[in-house]
């Protein structure tokens, strides 16, 4: 049997309290934009809507958009709490977590890293260290993405073992738990990072530029983000994130949230182009749905030659798609 790994188990380890450190400064934060209860006495002075509103962002989200962080954060404590159980249970050729390692060390280091740097993100935003909150959310959306990427492309190369051993389980434990939780932890980010640009341009321009401009700037980068994306997730990264359904979730609940916040303006400009984005975010999510379902009933996928084969052999369909 394969021996313990005790460096994958030390960071599973460090990932939790990392994790749970970051969940209670965030449960501070919400706790005094929603009930003015200081869980940490004096680390959050003010209310995210004060400091945005200071500011008179052009577009921004509803407080209660904040409530996301929680479904955010539950859902990494899904994955952290499999990659746990994994190092308790045992295959025939050794512990869970280790044959294979779906979620190896880089995958921990790099979640740790953007953990502690969205915490940082949330102190620096609060007390307006606008540029250099920017510059962190950004680091911290990346550093999700490379363990997102990382989680992704060693489960694609574990996958075959994984089904010729009937895992079926850890298949889609792996697929819903971890892959969509940290695609969710990305995207998220990755939105509010946008809102602290548009907050940072408002600050440091100090006011010449108008605010229809700014809007029609952060709108901008928020349609490149999410047409961008949908066209490499179906069209060219569907072999790793075909399962991957949170981020489309995660945009459409922001873009509600900046509608809700601009409802009285029917008819300004901002206005129908949320619109329009929130729109076009259902119509992705249920391309997403519908493509997800095709070849997830046909098992196809491009070959060396360009053609289309068989992901799976049938008869090993039954174990890895029930």
Known sequence: MEDHCVGL?????????????????????????????ELIP??????????????KLPVTTELWTEAM???VYI???????????????????????????????????FFVIAVIQ???WLILYHRNFLALSLLVIVLSAACSLISLSEALRQFDIKLSGLVQEFRNFDIWAVRIFAHNALALLTVWLT???TLNLVLALVYYMDSKTSGNALAVTQLSILAFVIVTYTAFDIF????????????????????????????????DPIFL????????????????????????????????SGNLRPLLLPEERKYAYP
């Open 118 to 120: 969205q915490t940082a």
């Open 191 to 193: 939105l509010n990072a």
């Open 236 to 267: 060219a990264l569907d072999r790793w994130t075909r399962y991957v359904l949170t981020p489309y979730l995660a945009i459409i609940i922001f873009l509600a949230g900046l509608l809700h916040k601009d409802w009285p303006s029917l008819y």
């Open 69 to 71: 962080w929680i479904v």
């Open 9 to 37: 188990v030390a960071m599973s380890i460090v990932s939790i309290i990392t994790f749970f450190i970051g969940l209670v400064v965030n449960c501070s934060r919400i706790a005094v934009q929603f009930s003015a209860v």
């Open 273 to 304: 182009f949320l619109a329009v984005l929130q729109s076009l975010s259902f119509l992705f999510i249920l391309v997403k749905v519908v493509v997800m379902s095709f070849r997830h009933t046909f098992m196809f996928h491009a070959g060396d």
């Open 75 to 109: 859902c990494q404590i899904f994955w952290l709490v499999y990659a746990l159980t994994a190092i308790c249970r045992q295959t025939p050729s050794g512990p869970v977590y280790n044959h294979p390692k779906l979620l190896p060390v880089t995958v921990h280091i």
């Open 42 to 55: 004096q680390l959050f002075e003010e209310t995210e809507a004060n400091a945005t509103t200071n500011y």
